[in-house]
């Protein structure tokens, strides 16, 4: 559902007054004020993606952290979200499972303090808690600006990959590559965000990176370019997409979002297709001037972590993002 849409649902909800609110419905996050701090609020529960109960567990944790992450946030408590059908699995299914979630959550700092189960088909999440940290500051979607360069944490192609697992069409190798990858935290991404004036930020997630792109066009007041060659994804993304592994969520994310966009090359389905993937625990969305993207890019380079220059802001168009071929990017 589009933010714009979620607007509309929500209209009966009261505005309001209270004067600690930084950020609410439209936002990543609800965060406030509370003693001279800034505290975040979020929560995400998925279905399951992948046969493994632990890593299912795993990859529950890692994204539904990933909100926080993504607002310059550091996750400190979380409350587990269970949906579990106690009369046709076994409960080492779900013991597995919260042990998995338990794990990543201890490699994240994250204490798990309680939660809600109810008996009903699968599904696992967390409501979380975090904060600013000092020297930090909140980063929302709409502080991009024209001349800002975009960049990327992790390659596209997660929901293919899920996808092309229900369908028994992937490989041992290419499920190993997409469970790793979405367990892996954006913690360590998000601590740049301590050296670097970030503009405005957003993680992947079930819109897309169009959709995403464009929730942040539109709340910044900007159109993007995006640099469809400089693309990063899973290496078999498009033969699985031809196997037809095409995630529902393409289709639905498609229909939301492609009046957004132009296409000044031509792209083939499958290109076009990649480009509105849903993610699961997918990377950050970073909007940063060209000066610091020097300094984050640095940071990366410093760390090992994987980054990619994937487009840029420009002054407001008809169309909120552009996509363009053959665009040579200066080191």
Excluded: W
């Excluded at 609410?24 to 003693?35: C, K, P, R, S, W």
């Excluded at 539109?218 to 993007?224: G, H, L, N, P, Q």
């Excluded at 957004?260 to 297709?273: C, K, M, T």
């Excluded at 940063?288 to 420009?314: C, R, T």
């Amino acid at each position: 559902m589009r933010s714009s849409d979620l607007a509309q649902v929500l209209r009966n909800l009261p505005d309001s007054s209270d004067q600690k609110i930084i950020a609410g419905i439209g936002e990543d996050v609800f965060a406030f004020t509370h003693q001279n701090e800034t505290l975040l609020q979020t929560v995400d529960i998925i279905t399951p993606i992948v046969d493994d109960p632990y890593q299912f567990g795993a990859i529950a944790v890692a994204n539904a952290l990933s909100d926080i992450y993504a607002k310059g946030g550091i996750p400190k408590y979380a409350l587990n979200i269970i949906e579990f059908p106690i009369s046709s699995l076994p409960l080492s299914y779900l013991e597995t499972m919260i042990k998995g979630g338990a794990d990543k959550a201890m490699e994240a700092g994250v204490a798990i303090v309680g939660g809600h189960t109810i008996d009903d088909s699968p599904k696992y999440g967390f409501s979380v808690t975090g904060f600013i940290p000092e020297g930090g500051k909140f980063i929302s979607k709409s502080g991009g600006k024209p001349g800002d360069l975009i960049f990327l944490t992790k390659p596209l192609g997660i929901g293919i990959y899920t996808t092309a697992i229900d369908h028994k069409l992937a490989s041992e190798q290419q499920v190993n590559e997409v469970v790793e990858l979405m367990m892996t935290l954006n913690r360590e991404a998000s601590a740049a965000f301590l050296e670097v004036d970030i503009h405005a930020c957003t993680d992947v997630t079930g819109f897309g990176l169009l959709g995403h792109l464009s929730e942040v066009a539109e709340k910044s007041r900007v159109s993007i370019e995006i640099y469809n060659d400089k693309i990063p994804h899973l290496d078999d993304v498009f033969p699985l997409l031809e196997q037809g592994a095409v995630p529902e969520g393409i289709i639905k994310n498609h229909y939301s979002f492609h009046k957004n966009v132009r296409h000044r090359d031509a792209l083939s389905r499958e290109e076009e297709f990649l480009l509105f993937d849903p993610q699961t625990s997918g990377g950050l969305l970073i909007f940063v001037s060209p000066e610091q993207a020097e300094i984050l890019k640095k940071y990366f380079s410093d760390k090992s972590l994987p980054l990619y220059e994937i487009g840029k802001a420009v002054e407001q168009k008809e169309k909120l993002v552009e996509t363009i071929k053959n665009i040579k990017i200066k080191s």
